[in-house]
């Protein structure tokens, strides 16, 4: 399935807020949401790693953690994550092991511009929430430039 449902947008809304609060606490604003098949919201987060001291404290994995905590189970199949920057490699193949098949995105990291995801992740960007996405990263290390 390729195209976006009003569902994704939806809750590509609430991780740009996710990414907002993040940015609040001094932490790189990255946002992420797990949804169900049927839209429900699994999980949300932003990215943590300075506040809880853990270099994978990052909000795709805080996602992953929180919803299979939530549904008791670490495969999130047919789960759809939203997140407000291209995934890491790391957080990738945390993807691929939960088995999430279909990740949307906001903004593109310049590094990965030229990296295509493998292993039958797919992969697409929701453009209307690109401007959104990188206006917030922009904005917080212009902040940190200026500190």
């Known amino acids: 399935m390729s195209t976006l449902l ?31 098949v049927q839209g429900r919201v699994i999980a949300a987060a932003g990215n943590q790693p300075i506040r809880n001291h853990d270099p994978v404290g990052h909000a795709e994995i805080r996602v992953l953690q929180q919803a299979g905590h939530r549904i008791g189970n670490y495969r999130l199949t047919d789960a759809v994550m939203m997140v407000t920057l291209a995934p890491c490699q790391l957080c990738r193949q945390a993807l691929r092991l939960a088995r999430i098949r279909r990740v949307i995105y906001g903004s593109e990291a310049l590094e990965q511009k030229t990296k295509r995801p493998e292993g039958g992740l797919i992969f697409k960007r929701l453009q209307p929430f690109s401007k959104n996405s990188d206006s917030v990263l922009r904005f917080f290390f212009e902040q940190k430039r200026k500190s």
């Open 6 to 36: 009003p569902v994704d947008r939806a809750c590509m809304v609430l991780a740009l807020v996710a990414a907002a609060e993040s940015g609040c606490r001094d932490e790189v604003p990255v946002g992420a949401v797990l949804r169900d």
